[in-house]
């Protein structure tokens, strides 16, 4: 992948290349569209148990997301201890019932009411799983000498895209939950200062109760959010 020596360039071939009609892309497009119109972010989950190897691949496809030179700066804590879940409820509301009594602006709060969210999160410990993402602002080589990641937000942004879309091809509801700050999560995962937590994606089954707020199901149309030139 990367060395502290300098490596050469080598090309190899393409491996897996497709080759599809126009006709089978757009049947591909609009299927693989009408399936991810399916996947809902949820609170509501059910605590049946998902295996560990399901979880697995889907990480391991997230693993396959493009990033900066290459240098894949994430790492996936995946929790399904229920201790350990129970102190990420705890801390994780602390920050919030900060965030909900004055630490975000009004205009903020408001912007979260048609959400329907508050300081209780309930999921942290129903859901059986938990996958916190972390960005990895450097590297170390085998010395400890660091070497610097590139472009680590795009990157990041582009595995979580992928996980989210595996695990909803597994057939799983997840849930992406930012509690300001996060430092509890490096502490409690024993996780280096060299990695941010990005988020912490609560994953399992929906309950048969599960709702979703009516908002949340509108959509912009085409025409704003793309432009063609």
């Not at 201890?81 to 709060?109: M, T």
């Not at 409690?188 to 979703?212: F, N, W």
């Amino acid at each position: 992948m990367f060395a502290k020596e300098k490596m050469s360039y080598n090309a190899v071939p393409l491996p897996d290349q497709q080759s599809l009609t126009d006709a089978q892309a757009q049947e591909k497009a609009q299927e693989f569209r009408a399936f991810m119109a399916k996947r809902h972010s949820i609170r509501d989950f059910s605590d049946r148990p998902v295996p560990r190897d399901i979880i697995e691949n889907c990480i391991m496809t997230a693993g396959s997301a493009p990033s900066g030179a290459n240098h894949q700066p994430w790492f996936f804590a995946a929790v399904s201890d229920p201790a350990l879940k129970a102190r990420i409820r705890v801390e994780a509301e602390e920050e919030e019932r900060k965030f909900y009594d004055g630490g975000a602006s009004d205009e903020w709060i408001k912007a979260l009411e048609p959400i329907g969210t508050n300081a209780d999160k309930p999921h942290l410990t129903t859901a059986p799983w938990h996958i916190v993402i972390f960005a990895q602002r450097w590297g170390e080589f085998d010395d400890g000498t660091r070497y610097k990641n590139y472009y680590v937000p795009e990157s990041v942004g582009i595995t979580t895209g992928f996980l989210i879309t595996a695990l909803h091809n597994a057939g799983l509801s997840c849930l992406t939950h930012t509690p300001n700050p996060m430092k509890f999560l490096n502490a409690a995962l024993d996780r280096p200062a060299s990695e941010k937590p990005v988020m912490i994606l609560t994953v399992g089954h929906a309950a048969e109760t599960a709702t979703v707020p009516e908002v949340a199901k509108y959509k912009k149309p085409l025409d704003k959010i793309a432009r063609f030139y």
